[in-house]
């Protein structure tokens, strides 16, 4: 699905490129993210929490924040837009009591992405910049994972005392880490090219994107749905970009 999703993006690009003349640029930047998954409880789901009234059972328990950054290059040519780099996100949860739990166990949790975009974009020409709203999507592919508790480091994969840091599904089978955190953020967008110069130029864009869910979380998902309606994980966020671009 998310192969035909980029095909369709690269098409449009295209055919819409070809109605008008290409500028062609390059250029290299940094990236800022907000995201978050936010669990929407259902009908069932709700009922059961509300019975336990518990502290440690709260809206919020299953809601998680990744914050982190990361670099990129970029290849533009007017009317489309790809872009590869890495990013590095904290994972925490937002449930003060997690929080909580976590700081107790000193424990702390990063992930590495290596990520693809491929966005369409529409660029105004303004009396001293241009302006481009774009659409498009981040291809985010889990490259490692690791987990800090208790001053021991565990990365995903790796075994430590006989026991192997792997998630497995319901038949016992292992998930590979892209299986577990990989997934497509689809993004709608809006920046500005500001010349610093006949070719040189400072570009900085902010994003709303809504992700898929990664295969396990997907699977998990609607194991734990399949006879009642617990609820569904929602993966959402922004970002914001500035760059350094030089045209050809």
Do not use: C
Request: aromatic content about 14%; glycine content about 12%; charged content about 25%.
């Amino acid at each position: 699905m998310a192969k035909k999703i980029a095909l369709a993006l690269l098409i449009a690009a295209m055919v819409t490129g070809g109605a008008f003349a290409i500028d062609l640029s390059a250029g290299i930047g940094g990236t800022f993210t907000a995201n978050f998954q936010t669990f929407s409880w259902g009908e069932d789901g709700k009922k059961y929490r509300e019975s336990l009234n518990s502290a440690d059972f709260t809206e919020d328990v299953y809601d998680m924040n990744l914050i982190g950054g990361g670099f990129f290059a970029f290849f533009d040519a007017s009317y489309v837009m790809a872009s590869l780099g890495m990013g590095f996100y904290d994972i925490s949860p937002a449930d003060e009591n997690r929080k909580k739990r976590w700081e107790e166990n000193k424990r702390s949790q990063s992930l590495t992405m290596f990520e693809i975009g491929l966005y369409g974009k529409f660029p105004i020409e303004l009396d001293s910049f241009t302006l481009f709203p774009f659409l498009g999507a981040d291809f985010r592919i889990a490259v490692s994972q690791t987990i800090k508790q208790d001053g021991k480091t565990y990365k995903y994969g790796e075994t430590y005392d006989g026991v192997k840091q792997v998630a497995t599904d319901k038949d016992g089978n292992e998930y590979s880490l892209n299986d577990v955190a990989g997934h497509v953020m689809f993004k709608l967008g809006i920046g500005a090219d500001i010349p610093l110069g006949d070719k040189m130029y400072l570009r900085p864009m902010i994003s709303y994107g809504v992700g898929t869910l990664s295969k396990a979380t997907k699977e998990g998902q609607e194991e734990d749905n399949k006879d009642q309606d617990w609820g569904k994980l929602i993966h959402h966020g922004l970002d914001v970009k500035l760059a350094l671009g030089f045209k050809f």
